[in-house]
């Protein structure tokens, strides 16, 4: 069992930076790949970017590649997500989400979410 808890969330300017952090509970973190999803009012969720157990695979959705960064801290069981270049259709609440084996960018294959984390992004 896995608990994500996600913080870091908050109102920023078009061209801003913001860093969310997911921390997790239990002391499997490190078997577990991890991923942020976000979700637009509207809108269905979306993948943003994985990384996997070890640190050693990262995937990013196109549209957020060059401007965010996911990283892990296995020994604090943290993951976060740099996000640089902030754009107004980046404003959605950021989930952290946890799963078992392999990266994916399919919300589907992910076991445990955090309850999110809201980001705003202003024109």
């Known amino acids: 069992q896995v608990q994500l808890v996600e913080s870091g969330g908050g109102l920023v300017q078009a061209g801003g930076s913001l860093r969310l952090f997911c921390a997790a509970s239990?002391?499997?973190?490190?078997?577990?790949?991890m991923a942020w999803f976000r979700q637009a009012p509207g809108k269905e969720r979306e993948f943003v970017a994985t990384?996997?157990?070890?640190?050693?695979?990262?995937d990013y959705a196109d549209s957020v590649k060059g401007r965010f960064t996911i990283s892990r801290d296995n020994a604090k069981n943290t993951v976060s997500l740099q996000m640089n270049s902030l754009k107004p259709e980046d404003t959605a609440v950021y989930y952290c989400?946890?799963?078992?084996?392999?990266?994916?960018?399919?919300?589907?294959?992910?076991?445990?979410w955090g309850q999110g984390t809201q980001v705003t992004v202003s024109s």
């Open positions: 989400a946890a799963a078992l084996g392999g990266i994916s960018n399919n919300p589907n294959w992910y076991e445990y």
């Open positions: 239990g002391r499997t973190f490190s078997s577990y790949a």
């Open positions: 990384i996997s157990s070890s640190g050693g695979r990262i």
